[in-house]
């Protein structure tokens, strides 16, 4: 394998020494702030007894594409398809959180089947009882 003093190997090219590392921070720093943001949103709607969804929105600056800001946002019903977002379902009663969906920057949704299908068992239950 090719080195160059200084640079690093990435796939087929190479980049200075200490992006990937700087990329790798930025990602798990991304991640730590989702997850204490998310948890304070469960905090702030655990009284809730119906079930209710989390939409979650990046926002990128126009100016700066390095700036994000995280948006969650709390909806009764189902929420609306947004470019880049994720859709959770939680249901405080049974203990639940889902990521019901996403929808990419391409506008295409993706379903996470497994979740909407434990929620449709979840649905047929209630509704039985």
């Known amino acids: 394998m090719k080195t160059l003093e200084g640079w690093q190997a990435k796939g087929n090219i190479f980049v200075p020494q200490g992006i990937i590392d700087k990329s790798r921070d930025d990602k798990s720093a991304l991640m730590k702030d989702f997850k204490s943001n998310f948890d304070s949103i469960l905090n702030e709607n655990s009284h809730r007894r119906e079930p209710y969804f989390i939409l979650f929105k990046a926002k990128f600056d126009d100016f700066n594409p390095n700036v994000c ?50 929620l449709k068992g979840i649905l047929r239950s209630s509704v039985s009882n």
């Open 69 to 118: 800001r995280q948006v969650f946002t709390v909806y009764e019903d189902r929420p609306p398809y947004i470019v880049r977002s994720l859709v959770f379902w939680v249901d405080n009663t049974r203990g639940l959180v889902l990521r019901i969906w996403e929808v990419d920057r391409d506008k295409k949704i993706h379903f996470n089947i497994a979740a909407a299908m434990k």
